[in-house]
């Protein structure tokens, strides 16, 4: 079993959402926990510690091996992309210095892999997601958005194991592999 | 006497500097350290746990009292924003969790308090804070923007404290000191 988190920073609030990458190859994939952090309004330094501590909170309650991060496409506002960016940066390094291998999927890798679409709208993906990991009823956007990337993931490392067993489990080339199984799935 | 760390984030390289400032009411003010943190090429979590770090050592080696970081002004590029947010997320975060004081100022005021124009040069902020600081050299330029927050920091604290010694020194509040302070100035 390998545990898989989850993160779609945003400046607001942060997704999250723990799988369960289970069975042989890691095929058998189980929802464990999911969702939203809210940030306080308030001054910069605060708000990021709340991210930070979050998230180390999250990995210390549940373990997780390995954390995965939405790379995030946005509109053209250079102050928006700042904000989501310290938002990033805060959870980033909370996987990191927690000793978890971090990997980045761009958003429209997370939707293909998940829903097939790299051009999917939010609703398919929380449609997929509950579908996926069996859930009782739809997660929130932001939950879903967390357990998407970690489903991407699961779904990349499979991939890469399984056509010639080649990875390498480094922080270094996971962002290459998957962007190798964005090619596959083509 | 009160310790201050200067940060000034970058996504390739990060400034710090240390000062002390000592005397009554923080008037004296004395060079510590300062530097270049230098990001490996690579990828990026690995890229701001060397930040996170890089600070976290800074600040167990010196134990400063607080933190000044300077507040961006960039280009029209939402990408170079991303990730400068990034870096700066790494440098709070380190901070915060440190249990500094964390306050933030704009590129703006920092020019401002240090060289008495909002609108001053590279050069002429490295200069006064070689003048200010009565360095043997000129330090470069990150370091010297590092320890030229640092500076704004100390006068910020000491005209607060001089107009009235209202001043509660909360994170929450330290940012609208800073503005009050420019005002003041101008």
Redesign the interface.
Known sequence: MTLILGIDPGSRKTGFGIINAAGTNGSKLEYVTSGIIRLPT?????R??V???SVSEIIREHNPLEMAVEE?F?????????????????A??????AGLA?A?YAARSVKQSVVGSGAAKKEQVQHMVKHLLKLPSTPAEDAADGLAVALCHAQTMRTATSIGGQLRYS??R??QVAKTNTVLES
């Open positions: 308030g001054e910069l330094p605060e990021l510690k991210i930070f501590d995030v946005f509109a053209r506002d250079p102050r928006a992309a700042l904000k989501l960016g310290q938002a990033r940066g805060a980033i390094v909370a996987g990191v210095t971090v980045e922080k270094g996971l962002k």
